[in-house]
């Protein structure tokens, strides 16, 4: 005995009962919760990160070392998840690296650019300057694909730069080198955007990406630290 298939009018029927109704909305509803608590975690976490960068910076001014001892540490605890089977990435290899290296280089300067720069801006100033990421990367793909965003999107973009531009006028502990470096920062998080898009990267999990991130970067960062003579 051969069974029959739900014609649409009887899935429209079973869509259309109270039970799958409470279900729909139940599960929309706990959505929503998870991702107002996702967001409000990163919002808490991004602020902490910046806060805890700053008092490092002041305490701690060797911005090389501390950027390899943060890639040591990504590695340090990413290998052994993937090695037990907690992250599903696969293994190290050379042609991946390769591919991500550019990305891996973006991402370093980023870095970089960014904490060198918090170390003389005052944290508010920073995440003013910081915001302007996306207008980089709005302009950049308006000009490489000739395609603007839509008005509400360029109109936002606008007050994000206005607002940067009020708030530099207020800036009673104006520094042009800390603007300078935090403007690159912002310019080299662009780019490393732009390039996983690019690239075709997107497919990567987050995982692998900071991965190699942190393999790719850790003998690049250990030159700089032999170069500046950090160590000394």
Not at 82 to 104: C, D, M, N, V
Not at 132 to 154: D, E, G, I, Q
Not at 162 to 172: E, T, Y
């Amino acid at each position: 005995m051969t069974a029959h298939p739900i014609s649409h009018g009887a899935e429209e029927a079973m869509a259309r009962t109270p039970g799958h109704n409470k279900l729909s909305t139940d599960a929309l509803a706990r959505a929503r919760y998870v991702g107002m608590v996702s967001a409000l975690l990163y919002g808490a976490v991004a602020v902490s990160m910046v806060f805890i960068n700053k008092h490092t910076m002041s305490v701690f001014p060797l911005t090389n070392i501390v950027m390899t001892l943060q890639m040591a540490a990504t590695w340090a605890i990413l290998q052994p998840l993937q090695e037990a089977g907690y992250l599903t990435f696969p293994r190290f290899s050379l042609a991946r690296a390769r591919q991500l290296f550019g990305i891996t280089l973006l991402y370093t300067a980023n870095t970089g650019l960014a904490l060198v720069g918090l170390k003389t801006l005052n944290v508010p100033m920073y995440n003013v300057l910081k915001r302007l990421t996306p207008m980089l990367v709005l302009v950049a793909k308006a000009l490489l694909r000739r395609h603007w965003p839509s008005r509400p999107v360029l109109g936002a973009v606008v007050m994000v730069v206005a607002g940067c531009i009020i708030a530099g006028i207020g800036d009673l502990t104006f520094d042009l080198a800390g603007y300078a470096y935090a403007l690159a920062s912002c310019a080299a998080q662009g780019g490393y955007l732009l390039l996983v898009e690019f690239q075709g990267a997107g497919g990567i999990s987050s995982s692998e990406l900071l991965y190699y991130n942190a393999v790719c970067s850790l003998p690049v960062l250990a030159l700089v630290v032999v170069v500046t003579g950090e160590l000394a």
